[in-house]
């Protein structure tokens, strides 16, 4: 395992105290001397030994576990979508995904997606729904790890708590596609209505067809539930920012995404290295920098939190007490 990077809010929390109980109230007079000039240099500080004690080894491990659980999320939201009585829903949300990856991406993972979700009906549909719910929700408790890791925390929880935890997060994450799906179609007819009945409304149309970008910002929406559900519950609060992280990492998604196909047209010929595997290693390499834009997220929101004034609580353990905890 990698070890924790020491600019982690609980190590700095650690040689705070340290330091306190030996300056007293000099080392905070200093402190606050240090902060205001500081403070922008000392963030991308924590940030980048952050990223470099952690960010290659979890990229790859996202970047595997994304290509692992992406067939069963979407054999998921099929089923739940079934159930719902709404079955196309499945394939909108696989087309939604797929408008946010690079187009070399989207052509070798389109057909092989819609194949897996044809050819399963029935019991096979439900069997297929109950492992994809087990193996997606690895992914999910990875990006957990990464977040404990830049925060400088472990829990010593039950492991079947949080992986409940997550399959609940993965069955809420299709209801709100489900939902957005359906604002789609509201917004769309809407706007046919107001054309048609309301011709001059022409600036009320725009206003409403520009609604229909709503899905871009989904993104940034995901990712920010993502960041506050699954940060340390000591910094969980108002106090400790989640949406600087979950920002970074939009930005950074959509940023590869554009600029993956240039990079890619002027490498030249990557398939005759590859062979017919071309197209799943650029599917790897764009999940492993989108891996480690998750990364970076999490370390910049750990950046940002300050000294907190309580320490961990609900059962977290910094990493060098858990194996105490244990014993």
Sequence with gaps: ??????????ERRTRLEAARASLGGQLDKQYAR??????TIEILKRVAVGVYSDGLIHAGNLAYLAL????????VAAAIARLAGRTRDGILAVDAFLRTVPPGVATVLKQPINDVLNARTGNLLWFGALIGLWTTASFIETIRDILRRAYGVR?????????????????????LLMVAFSFQVV??????????????ADDTAALIAAGRTAP?????????????????????????????????????????????PIVLSNIGSYDLTYGSLAGVMIALVFFFLVGLGVVIGAELNAALAEIPVVGLKDGETKPDEQGATAK
């Design 1 to 10: 395992m990698p070890e924790i990077s020491p600019q982690s809010p609980e």
């Design 34 to 39: 240090f902060r205001p000039g500081r403070r």
């Design 68 to 75: 692992l659980t992406l067939f069963p999320f979407f054999i």
């Design 155 to 175: 829990s010593n929880r039950p492991f079947w708590e949080y992986r409940l935890g997550s399959i609940g997060m993965i069955i809420g994450a299709v209801i």
């Design 187 to 200: 917004l769309v007819g809407v706007e046919q209505f107001i054309r048609r009945v309301i011709p001059f």
């Design 216 to 260: 871009g910002i989904a993104l940034f929406g995901a990712m920010y539930m993502l960041y506050y559900w699954l940060t340390p519950r000591a910094y969980r609060s108002r106090a400790y920012p989640k949406w600087p992280g979950a920002m970074m990492t939009t930005l950074w998604w959509l940023g590869v995404t554009a600029a993956m």
